[in-house]
């Protein structure tokens, strides 16, 4: 018998491996890929609208940030993880979010930042506590405020729509569904994103959970504290201007930086929902959805610890 | 629509087999039994070595309550009492039996009329009959048929699913043989006073659904249920959900919902024990894949050697990179074809690519796929993750214990992390250490 199973031993044995033993095709690459081309009507609106310099700025930030992962994978001696396609992703958001006329450098500065210090320095893809592209704005807004703010360029001068509404002007709301409005390369064109945001909605990458909810509840505090009561021009203005729906669709639906929970989704949506009325309405400053995500971010590991689902059998079965 | 929350719809590979009717194999070659195809104590062997038996004969006797005896299901002489491979890799004791091609039997006493027997005897019939959970778990079926209080069962139900990938062994016997599935089930109906029966069949079977509606038109007591088509519909706490309703969590039993179920082949096996007295010698195996030549469903004498089981299905087209017995989602992996089939052995599939590993693990980017398809309504990625950092506190409290295994969170994650896997080892480890506790 031993020979006998010696001679067995010998040949060539298949793989072996704990079930399951089949997976779906999807991967971390192919979500980020479809989350770049969902981005890209409103990119190219973006850079038809505002010229080439908007061009410059969103390849720099998108060129920087994948160059600083590279450095910085070889750097940590960390396989080189680039080809999964997150910090193209990070770097358009960021370009995105930058004015039009924002210097090269600054905008190279803010990519190293993002992919640096927000992303890597925690330990990479997936451990990020907060949204690389909008902690790299936040940064640039801190450092270098006059040119985050002068949303100045060829095709417009003067203040963005929420601006001009917060100082009581008024604004039109057809320019601003469109996009033909001052303000960041990415956010102006609601029709572009809201593209782009069905196209991941169809692919399954993202769900109505956040977006809806922080639109929602947003409008709701805005109808409640806007002093506008029910004022159908002044709720349009507020969701078609700044940032909301590149926002609400594209980072706060930011996987690594959401809850995970189903219910723990909701209360985020909520939450950057009235933190955004607040900023908005409240605040100094025209704009809120970048501080809104980012502290609804910092917020979500206590989101998640109350919102724990129950499992099948002790009550969750239904949900 | 009868289903659960969460749930996959993989490639379900059932057209390569679904339209091949039954084929009754002999097998040529030795046999071999291992003495435990079942959850609880391992049968005792009762031949020797050189002893002659027949198809039939007694060859291993269970030896506890919760046990079942083993049956030789080949004519020859016992030629070897050894420790042989069995699908899982281990090493099992088992009878090997020469096969002399005869297939001289034993003599069966049938029971054509079952109600003139007592539920005594009908329980008796099926634990000599050396029945188990067919469907992989292998539980010994006359101790599921015996709940404390049988009063309170309300609904048998007939776990028609087959929810995995591959398998048409169910189907087939679904098309070919209804009415001994609808028969066996009304033997175990008519063990309780107070239930009613349910044909549950997912609803990628309409022709099955069909014949079955047609089989029990008259019979008030049994209902045919369609359940959507997912993945893991067939599972036994999903089933139960998805057909009353009633959800019970891991440390409870299908009888506390008034539940018992069973899956088509333990069905007929039931009646087959019952009215024509045969013990359980055979099982119905789809031999699949995109190895094989012409896929197969089989008639296959507990026993066979895969081997021989590949063979006769027109041997392999490509190298198989891995063959797993079973389903693609629950099965076990072998790394030699040289095992033999057991009572729950319900497919031999042979894949050309072994999609686990082609692709590496990566970082996970909380997608939340998981927690969307997890029947056990768990986070899985977090579970994963204690159970790799050996943190059993977390892993219970974020109860990882209510998990059943099902996969479908390796299956679906794009970053291909191994949970199912990870989770798995942690819910032994804990399982082993709480049976430790238990016993002291």
């Keep these: ?61 998108v060129g920087f940030s994948v160059l600083a992962e590279f450095v910085m994978c070889k750097i940590l001696k960390k396989p080189v993880s680039i080809s999964d396609c997150s910090a ?21 500065v803010g990519a190293c930042f993002a992919i640096v210090v927000v992303k890597m320095l925690f330990g990479g893809l997936g451990q990020n506590f907060m949204n690389p592209a909008l902690g790299a704005r936040c940064f640039l807004v801190i450092s270098f405020a006059k040119y985050m703010t002068n949303f100045n360029c060829d095709a417009y001068t003067g203040a963005t729509p929420l601006a001009v509404l917060k100082s009581g002007g008024a604004v039109n709301i057809y320019d601003m569904v469109i996009g033909r409005t001052a303000g960041t390369i990415g956010e102006t064109s609601m029709i572009a994103i809201v593209l782009g945001a069905c196209f991941l909605i169809a692919l399954g990458i993202i769900d109505l959970r956040i977006p809806g909810m922080y639109i929602l509840s947003f409008v709701i505090f805005i109808l409640i504290f806007g002093k506008r009561g029910f004022d159908f021009n002044f709720v349009c203005a507020h969701l078609a201007g700044g940032g909301l729906m590149l926002g609400a669709f594209f980072m706060a639906t930011d996987y690594v930086t959401r809850p995970i ?23 100094a400053s025209a704009e809120g959805v970048s501080y809104a995500i980012i502290l609804g971010n910092l917020l979500v590991p206590l989101i998640e610890k109350i919102t724990l689902p129950k499992a099948f059998g002790k009550g969750g079965e239904n949900s | 629509m009868f289903t659960f929350h969460g749930g996959i719809h993989p490639y379900d590979g059932k057209d390569i087999s679904k339209d091949r009717p039954i084929v009754d194999y002999s097998p040529k070659g030795d046999m071999v039994y291992p003495l435990s195809q079942h959850i609880g104590a391992p049968c005792e062997c009762v031949v020797e070595v050189g002893e002659k038996v027949l198809v039939g004969q007694l060859i291993a006797k269970d030896t506890g309550f919760v046990s079942s005896p083993i049956y030789s299901s080949v004519s020859g002489v016992v030629k ?69 209080e049988p009063d309170k069962i309300e609904y048998v139900i007939a776990n028609c699913a087959e929810c995995e990938p591959y398998l048409t062994s169910d189907y087939r016997i679904m098309i ?18 107070n239930a009613r029966g349910i044909l549950a069949v997912e609803d990628n079977k309409p022709d099955c659904i069909a014949k079955l509606r047609e089989l029990t038109k008259d019979d008030e007591k049994i209902s045919v249920i369609p359940l959507k088509t997912k993945y893991p519909q067939g599972s036994e706490r999903h089933l139960i959900f998805a057909t009353t309703k009633r959800a019970i969590n891991s440390s409870m039993l299908p009888s506390d919902a008034g539940c018992i179920v069973n899956n088509v082949d333990t069905i007929c096996s039931i009646y087959s024990a019952v009215v024509e007295g045969k013990p359980l010698l055979h099982r119905i195996v789809t031999v699949t894949g995109d190895c094989i030549k012409t896929p197969q469903n089989f008639r296959v004498p507990i026993g066979t050697n895969y081997h021989e089981l590949v063979d006769e299905a027109g041997g392999f087209i490509k190298n198989p990179e891995k063959i797993v017995s079973g389903g693609p989602m629950m099965g076990f992996a072998i790394f030699d074809l040289d095992v033999p089939a057991t009572k729950t052995s319900s497919a031999l599939l042979c894949l050309s690519k072994d999609q686990i590993s082609s692709a590496s693990e990566t970082a996970c980017i909380n997608c939340g796929r998981c927690v969307e398809v997890c029947p056990g309504r768990v986070i899985p990625s977090k579970l994963a993750d204690f159970a790799q950092n050996g943190d059993r506190e977390q892993f219970e409290k974020y109860n990882g214990m209510e998990c059943c295994e099902c996969g479908c969170c390796s299956y679906i994650c794009p970053a291909k992390r191994y949970l199912t896997q990870s989770i798995k080892s942690m819910r032994r480890m804990i399982l082993a250490d709480r049976k430790k506790g238990g016993k002291k």
């Design chain 2, 80 to 148: 070897a009492i050894e420790p042989r491979r069995i699908i899982t890799g281990d090493h099992v004791k088992a009878i090997v039996i020469e096969n002399d091609n005869e297939y001289k039997s034993v003599k069966f006493t049938p029971h054509p009329d079952y109600s003139k027997l007592s539920r005594e005897e009908i329980v008796s019939l099926i634990q000599k009959a050396g029945v188990v959970g067919m469907g992989g778990a292998g539980f010994p079926t006359h101790v599921k048929v015996s709940p404390k």
């Design chain 1, 1 to 61: 018998m031993s020979e006998n199973t010696e001679k067995k031993e010998a040949k060539k044995l298949l793989k072996v491996s704990s079930n399951p033993h089949v997976r779906d095709g999807m991967n971390t690459r192919s979500i980020m890929l479809a989350v770049v081309i969902a981005l890209m009507p409103a990119t190219i609106f973006g850079i038809i609208n505002f010229g080439y310099h908007a061009f410059l700025v969103v390849a720099t930030a």
């Design chain 1, 88 to 108: 193209i992703v990070t770097g358009l958001l960021l370009g995105l979010n930058l004015p039009p006329m924002f210097p090269l450098w600054m905008t190279a």
């Design chain 1, 261 to 283: 929970t189903k219910k723990g989704q909701y209360v985020y949506g909520i939450l950057l929902g009235i933190l955004t009325g607040i900023f908005r309405i409240f605040g």
């Design chain 2, 176 to 193: 070919e043989q209804p009415q001994k599935l609808v028969e066996g089930l009304r033997i175990e109906l008519s063990l309780f006073n």
